[in-house]
């Protein structure tokens, strides 16, 4: 009988058209809870009998949250592959030329070919990887509206938000309050451009992680008995280009990077 290995075993029997019917923000979220166990292949609306009744109760154990994402990775590199990478780079900001579609994430050069091969002068970790390949696979190509928004306001942003505050911004928060020239440096450092005045910042930072995936940042030092404040901001446009699941993963990871940093090379 059929043994269902990995959380993309369970994935490639799904329809794969995220229709939410069963609870999930996605058939790939529906599949991971299956293979840990919290979910029933049954509990997919629009999965054949047949299926159900050849698979359930033949999931192996449930991988770790590392081998799922390396499994995500795996999946959109193959989602690539099928692809036209000349009309993605017209898409998604980026330039084609010698079957690799090029673009920059924070400033440093990434390219990608037609067998979802990867060049970069950066390291690459899954949290970085999965929302750039959710954005060239799925991106909209919507332009930048110039108008800047907080988390909560972009499209399913509100139910994810009082996670992204304590997983994004109070992190980030923490790094300012305690290195306040060495975060403004970093960010620089990632090829973040200072703006004026905007929402009255001491530090108003706007960093590129794509070509249509502006971030500002925005923080206020204490004054007055007044806490210091931290707060992220996207483009209106921000989830046409990127899904907000993969916006989440992308400033959290970011968050965590810049706390790795700041732990080996700031001073107070």
Not at 3 to 24: A, Q
Not at 69 to 74: G, R
Not at 140 to 164: D, H, I, Y
Not at 213 to 229: H, N, R, V
């Amino acid at each position: 009988m059929a043994l269902l290995k990995t959380t993309m075993d369970i994935f490639k029997l799904l329809e794969g058209s995220n229709c939410r019917e069963c609870g999930e923000k996605a058939c790939l979220a529906f599949a991971a809870g299956v293979f840990k166990g919290k979910r029933q292949l049954a509990e997919c609306p629009r999965l054949d009998q047949r299926i159900v009744e050849k698979y359930t109760g033949n999931t192996q154990k449930a991988q770790s949250v590392e081998e799922d994402m390396a499994d995500m990775v795996t999946a959109l590199k193959e989602k690539i592959k099928t692809i036209d990478l000349s009309e993605a780079a017209v898409r998604v900001g980026g330039q084609f030329s010698g079957d690799r579609l090029t673009f920059r994430i924070l400033g440093k050069e990434f390219a990608v070919d037609s067998n979802g091969s990867f060049y970069s002068d950066i390291h690459i970790n899954p949290w970085l990887m999965i929302p750039v390949l959710h954005y060239i696979v799925n991106g909209r190509g919507t332009p930048l509206s110039g108008k800047w928004a907080p988390f909560r306001e972009l499209k399913n942003g509100m139910v994810r938000n009082p996670l992204f505050e304590r997983k994004s911004e109070a992190p980030l928060k923490r790094l300012a309050d305690d290195y306040t020239d060495f975060f403004k440096d970093l960010l620089e450092l990632f090829n973040g451009r200072q703006v004026d005045n905007l929402f009255e910042a001491d530090i108003s930072i706007v960093l590129y992680f794509l070509p249509l995936m502006p971030m500002l940042i925005c923080y206020w030092k204490p004054d007055d008995g007044m806490e210091s404040s931290l707060h992220l901001f996207f483009d209106a446009t921000a989830t046409d280009n990127l899904h907000i699941d993969s916006l989440y993963t992308l400033i959290v990871g970011f968050a965590h990077m810049f706390e790795k940093i700041a732990a080996r090379h700031a001073v107070r």
